[in-house]
């Protein structure tokens, strides 16, 4: 009888040949012997790996298919074809071979090992656990299997689970740098931002030249606000691995968010340069080149973006903010609306598909539900709207967060106030707030302008009259909202305003409260603070709002603070960046939202000096006019 196969010494040479990575050689070999021997599965076998390592998936499929047509029960074959099936994308074929190799042979380590990596490529993440538990019961100390575990793990939201996994997995092999690595991006997923850089520093001692762990690293310092060493982490993982896109994408984010749009420019062509399809760097590319003034150049690159993804909701965002900046409003708040569609920034409470009014539809006696989203500010900005709803023959509910009901209980509005989204058999329509004004079509001509439309508590005024000087020009003053990336840009030192103390007659009160407040003890001059007790209650503003009508002027940051004095009709001058939040428009020294308030920009990046030289001056000019315009009013008698 015939040999099927060639010689233990002929299966060997080939086999050789494969090891050392002369694969073309293997595979021709084979193919020859094949000839020889049509009916060795051994020859396919190496045949279809061969084309496997050379990328030739569907000849390596239609050689372990020959070789299974010679062999059936040949578990290894179905193992591989798995994994030539995954490489292709056929992620049910590949898990459809691995099952048939497990059945063959259910102790089959590689196989539930493979097929764990397939289930997870293909979001199947439960499945992926289990079959690395599978592996795991047959050999217990196999730390990769552990270290894939807690990669599913981890990309499941199971980020506690993955990091025990991954501790796991070094416990058994020390030097798994890899572990290390993976250990970090759970860690900073979870916030544990020290213990992220840690793991990395851990992965890149033992191996040095570890590109993806000085990347993570730079991810995880980013977040933690540590730009600068994010900045140089970066550079270290493009020394290692010059193209690489997603470290010069992340670059360009942090030397934006640094205040460096140009650098943060040059860095997210780099990426374009090596990925010329990377949607992301041109959405954040558009974001910087607005930072930098170059408007134009913004459309463009929000343009490109949304060329290559059409439904890309983080650039249609940022494209609306910079419509809004540009005074064009109704593009604005149309592109505004894809923030509903945004993942990770922004989360807003899904409305219930039913109940989503079109802007069109009759609101005559009908139930409108509205819920709160964003900041505080942008409550009490937008919060003016509720009206025109009833105005519409509404019947409005704002479910809003209860230490605002006291101040918005002011509105001139029927408007009930609840912690809580109504059941939707108890409601005809809902909408997020910051929807209404694409809702009710805002124009420049069509902003619902009331000054005030917010009113302070009179005993609070009363109270607080008594307690401030009756004889200065008194100022009330903020400089800093909270401590995001948006706050931190808007804010600038308390000490700016040392030049508007010394200013005669001038009392400044501060109406600041959270961070930035320690910078109130040992400053250089004179500064009102309100104690312990001001708006320490329950209900926000209340204090604010009364101090608010007892001072002659409000000077402010972009803060909540802002639009609450504006909300209230008081005389009010924001201090602005050189790119400020999009409502506020380019260039105007107006708010077209709010009547008595003036901007004052700043003319270069970083400039709050020139800024508060401008107010300063600006100041002065007023009293001068008052102390003009109260000399005029006075009669002088002659007897």
């Not at 990395?200 to 993570?216: E, R």
């Not at 997020?432 to 009710?440: A, D, I």
């Not at 009179?458 to 995001?484: H, N, P, Y």
Request: charged share 25%.
């Amino acid at each position: 009888m015939k040999n099927q196969d060639p010689s233990q010494e002929h299966l060997q040479s080939i086999i050789n040949l494969y090891n050392a990575g002369k694969l073309q050689q293997a595979l021709s070999e084979a193919t020859q012997m094949i000839e020889r021997f049509p009916n060795s599965f051994i020859l396919y076998n190496i045949s279809g790996a061969s084309n496997a390592a050379l990328k030739r998936f569907d000849a390596a499929i239609e050689s372990y298919k020959q070789a299974l047509r010679i062999k059936p029960d040949y578990a290894e074959v179905h193992n591989n074809m798995g994994t030539a099936l995954s490489d292709k994308g056929d992620f049910e074929g590949a898990i459809e071979s691995y099952k048939h190799a497990l059945k063959i042979k259910p102790d089959y380590l590689g196989a539930y090992y493979n097929m764990g990596s397939v289930m997870k490529d293909k979001g199947d993440f439960e499945g992926a656990i289990e079959s690395y538990k599978q592996a795991l019961r047959i050999k217990p100390d196999y730390a990769s299997a552990y270290n894939n575990m807690g990669n599913a793990l981890s990309s499941k939201g199971d980020l506690a689970e993955a990091i025990e996994s991954y501790k796991q997995a070094i416990r058994i092999k020390p030097d798994f740098a890899g572990a290390y690595n993976n250990m970090a991006n759970a860690m900073k997923n979870k916030g544990d931002l020290v213990e992220a850089i840690e793991s990395c520093k851990q992965a890149l001692k033992i191996k040095p030249d570890y590109a993806d762990a000085y990347y993570n690293m730079a991810n995880a310092m980013k977040d933690k606000g540590d730009l600068a060493e994010a900045i140089e982490s970066y550079k270290q993982a493009l020394k290692i691995k010059p193209n690489y896109a997603s470290a010069y994408y992340n670059m360009g984010n942090a030397l934006n968010e640094k205040g460096s749009p140009e650098a943060a420019i040059d860095s997210y062509k780099q990426a374009i340069k090596i990925q010329p399809n990377y949607a992301d760097a041109y959405s954040n590319m558009g974001i910087a080149l607005t930072d930098k003034g170059d408007v134009e150049a913004a459309i463009d690159s929000y343009k490109q973006a949304l060329k290559i993804k059409p439904n890309f909701a983080d650039a249609y965002y940022n494209f609306s903010l910079l419509y809004l900046l540009l005074g064009d409003l109704d593009k604005g708040f149309k592109y505004y609306e894809w923030r509903l569609k945004m993942i990770k920034e922004r989360p807003v409470t899904p409305a219930r598909t039913n109940l989503i009014w079109d802007g069109e539809q009759s609101l005559n006696g009908k139930h409108f539900v509205v819920y709160e989203e964003q900041g505080l500010g942008d409550i009490i900005q937008f919060c003016r709207y509720l009206p025109v709803l009833e105005q519409k023959g509404a019947n409005v509910t704002f479910k809003v967060k209860s230490n605002l009901h006291a101040l918005l209980r002011t509105l001139d509005s029927k408007t009930s106030l609840n912690t809580s989204l109504p059941e939707e058999n108890k409601i005809d329509f809902e909408s997020p707030l910051m929807s209404l004004p694409y809702l009710l079509k805002t124009s420049w001509k069509l902003i619902p302008i009331t000054s005030p439309y917010l009113y302070a508590d009179q005993s609070k005024v009363a109270t607080w009259g008594e307690k401030l000087s009756k004889d200065s020009f008194k100022v009330g003053i903020c400089w800093q909202g909270g401590t995001t990336k948006i706050d931190v840009g808007r804010s600038f030192s308390l000490s700016l305003f040392e030049g508007i103390s010394k200013i005669p007659n001038v009392q400044l009160i501060s109406l600041h409260k959270g961070e930035g407040e320690g910078q109130t003890t040992n400053i250089g001059f004179d500064l009102t603070t309100l104690g312990s007790g001001f708006d320490a209650g329950q209900d926000a503003f209340l204090d604010t709002a009364g101090v608010m009508m007892n001072c002659d002027l409000i000077i402010t940051s972009d803060t909540s603070v802002a639009h609450l004095a504006g909300a209230l009709g008081r005389p009010t001058w924001v201090a602005l960046q050189y790119v400020p939040a999009s409502f506020w428009m380019l260039e105007r020294p107006d708010s077209l939202w709010y009547p008595t308030m003036t901007l004052f920009r700043q003319k270069s990046r970083g400039d709050w000096v020139g800024v508060f030289d401008t107010i300063e001056q600006n100041l002065i000019s007023l009293l001068e006019q008052k102390k003009d315009s109260n000399m005029n009013n006075s009669q002088i008698l002659i007897s």
